[in-house]
């Protein structure tokens, strides 16, 4: 087997955060159409779909958030609605990523827990490097900002605006 001077490195988190609605509610919110509702700043470019909000190799791009790379292009790669799961492959030029996101019901069917997962692999010594900055700043609150803003959706119906 042959390896480059610069080996892969991965690197991964979970959170698990609690949603005031049921899941049947919650659930579709983590797709890429729904999530602009509850998501401030995020607009994905849809590239292919053939359906209204989401299915399984639906793919779209985002712009970078960390300014230095190219937009992110993401796919679907797995999307089980009937369990309540969904999971994205993301790819830069550098790194690759998933997410993933299993929700299940909470206490009394009024809650939802969401357990929400970020796998990142570097490419390149840089894309190692970035993906350890990515991996911080995404957990920096430990994904209790996905929290809040969600449940101040589900609360108002509204998007919660940053600052």
């Given at each position: 087997m042959v390896f480059s001077a610069s080996r892969s490195e991965r690197i991964s988190r979970t959170s698990v955060i609690t949603l005031n609605a049921p899941l049947k509610r919650v659930f579709p919110l983590f797709g890429p159409i729904r999530e602009k509702e509850w998501a401030a700043g995020w607009e994905p470019q849809v590239l292919y779909l053939t359906t209204d909000f989401v299915?399984?190799?639906?793919?779209?791009?985002?712009?970078?958030?960390?300014?230095?790379?190219?937009?992110?292009?993401?796919?679907?790669?797995?999307?089980?609605?009937?369990?309540?799961?969904?999971?994205?492959?993301?790819?830069?030029?550098?790194?690759?990523?998933?997410?993933?996101?299993?929700?299940?019901?909470?206490?009394?069917e009024e809650t939802t827990k969401a357990e929400i997962t970020y796998t990142y692999t570097g490419l390149t010594k840089k894309g190692n490097a970035t993906n350890v900055k990515a991996l911080e700043t995404m957990f920096r609150r430990d994904l209790k900002d996905w929290e809040e803003a969600i449940n101040h959706y589900l609360e108002t119906g509204e998007r919660l605006e940053p600052g």
């Open positions: 299915e399984e190799h639906m793919v779209f791009k985002t712009q970078s958030n960390l300014g230095h790379e190219p937009d992110f292009t993401w796919t679907v790669s797995k999307y089980r609605p009937d369990q309540a799961f969904i999971e994205y492959t993301v790819f830069a030029p550098e790194r690759l990523w998933w997410i993933t996101i299993q929700c299940r019901e909470g206490i009394g």
